[in-house]
């Protein structure tokens, strides 16, 4: 295990805590299996130093064993994007935990296996990708995975640019995703916005800057360019 989080340099994001006992350690087996296909764990180490700088986490790197391991079934881990899957590690560690938690939850009325994800109180609806040439989004047109595609001129299908090459693109290991009523980049997105809900936020104190160094120009050019897309963004 820790073998695993070394040659992956994601020890910056977790830690193992194995057992005392040798024979427990077997029980750390489905961690095992949820890091070896959790995709690009290291993607949320800014998500999660920032939560902890607002007090959102008690620790960082956050440290897992089998509580993660026993409480995560393979199959709702096998169907979530790797995004979701990443968070799955470490989501019952975020407070408040009724808002963080990302858990499945039987469906009403659904058949057996039959779930959806929630996190928190909320369910995720986890888009697919956009169909060329569809005008909206059909909620009777699913994917395999019973996803609803994402309408083409939807901000964050990557079909659509915003303004010249200004484009989001659909990624498929971290899709956008819907949560409380509202679209996401990616539940990556979705945990900041929870985290900036739930935090006390300080006065940054700033300094002057030299406003003749060549640092300051590229900035001052990046910010006016940055406006420019969400300018677009808003008018399209």
């Known amino acids: 295990m820790r073998r695993f989080i070394e040659a992956h340099r994601v020890r910056a994001v977790l830690a193992v805590r194995e ?8 029980k ?7 890091l070896e296909n959790a995709g690009n764990i290291i993607s949320w180490q800014q998500v999660l130093i920032y939560a902890y700088v607002c007090g959102r986490v008690k620790e960082v790197p956050v440290k897992v064993g089998e509580d993660v391991a026993g409480a995560v079934d393979k199959a709702a881990f096998d169907r979530r994007p ?3 899957r990443q968070l799955s590690l470490f989501s019952h560690h975020l407070k408040p935990t009724n808002h963080m938690l990302l858990t499945p939850k039987k469906l009403p009325g659904g058949g057996v296996g039959e779930t959806k994800d929630r996190l928190g109180r909320d369910f995720v609806t986890v888009y697919a990708a956009p169909i060329p040439g569809a005008n909206h989004r059909d909620p009777q047109q699913l994917d395999d995975q019973n996803r609803p595609h994402l309408s083409p001129s939807h901000p964050f299908s990557g079909i ?3 303004v010249g090459p200004c484009l989001l693109p659909f990624e498929e290991n971290d899709p956008p995703v819907e949560v409380g009523g509202d679209d996401f980049l990616g539940i990556q997105s979705a945990v900041v916005h929870r985290v900036q809900q739930h935090s006390r936020f300080r006065e940054i104190l700033t300094s002057p800057h030299n406003r003749t160094s060549v640092g300051f120009a590229r900035t001052h050019a990046l910010i006016i360019r940055i406006r420019q897309c969400l300018s677009g963004a808003h008018s399209a």
């Open 19 to 26: 057992p005392r006992l040798r024979s427990a350690r077997k």
């Open 28 to 34: 750390l087996t489905p961690l095992l299996y949820m």
């Open 160 to 162: 659509r640019p915003l």
């Open 82 to 84: 790797k995004s979701m």
